[in-house]
């Protein structure tokens, strides 16, 4: 069955530093693959996404993302973090379910603190 | 009013109780879906509405009963509840049913069962 991974569940980083998200799906074909953002008390906001073509996708607030299909990889990445991106973080690939319809299989998350 | 919007944002119900959740979207969206998260746990896809007609139902107990009346609308009606869905539950929308289309997220029902 497809799934997704993310390693790693808790990421502290200090602001202006860079920051490296990691996620990783098993799926046959060449799936389509988001991130997605939870700040505290809000719903998830798109980030950006992946389906087909450049395999460095550029988001919004300043984050790309790179699918490596010999890794099956697709890591979330930012040059200098801001304090307003302490969230949670939540990577997404398109799975069919028992029904035999497409829909979208959410990692369980990494939860970034950043340190002033 | 714009957006995915939810309420209420917090409710606590016995087991015995009966309630409901419900969804509004101001974006002229044909999709719409409930999601659980609990705490440690992946998101979970729950129901999919497609033009006011379900589409997916992920072996959701019938303790949860959705209901779309039309496209702007959702609802979740809950009845004898157990301690293990508390949870946020989470609305969204979509453009259309395609996989592709980003998903707009409300700020949830966090709830609570006693």
């Known amino acids: 069955a497809q799934s997704v991974t993310q390693p790693d569940i808790h990421i502290t980083v200090s602001e202006g530093a860079s920051l490296e998200l990691r996620c990783n799906y098993s799926?046959?074909?060449?799936?389509?693959l988001f991130w997605y953002v939870q700040s505290p008390g809000q719903g998830l906001q798109l980030l950006l996404k992946?389906?087909?073509?450049?395999?460095l996708v550029q988001g919004i607030k300043g984050f790309e993302a790179e699918f490596k299909r010999s890794q099956s990889s697709f890591n979330l990445r930012k040059p200098s973090v801001h304090w307003s991106d302490a969230a949670e973080y939540f990577c997404?690939?398109?799975?069919?379910?028992?029904?035999?319809?497409?829909?979208?299989?959410f990692g369980k998350g990494t939860k970034l603190s950043v340190i002033p | 009013e714009t957006g995915v919007t939810q309420t209420p944002r917090h409710l606590v119900m016995g087991m015995t109780n009966k309630k409901s959740l419900k969804c509004e979207q101001h974006?002229?969206?044909?999709?719409m879906y409930w999601y659980k998260q609990s705490a440690k746990k992946p998101l979970e896809l729950m129901f999919v509405?497609?033009?006011?007609?379900?589409?997916e139902n992920n072996s959701v107990p019938s303790r949860f009963s959705p209901e779309c009346p039309n496209s702007s609308h959702l609802f979740l009606h809950l009845h004898t509840l157990q301690p293990e869905d508390s949870a946020l539950y989470l609305c969204?929308?979509?453009?259309?049913?395609?996989?592709?289309?980003?998903?707009?997220f409300g700020p949830g029902t966090r709830l609570l069962v006693l």
């Open positions: 992946y389906f087909s073509g450049d395999t």
């Open positions: 509405y497609s033009l006011e007609e379900r589409v």
């Open positions: 974006l002229g969206h044909n999709a």
């Open positions: 997404a690939v398109d799975t069919v379910s028992g029904a035999g319809s497409y829909q979208l299989t």
């Open positions: 799926y046959g074909a060449t799936p389509y």
């Open positions: 969204a929308s979509s453009p259309t049913r395609d996989v592709q289309e980003t998903q707009y």
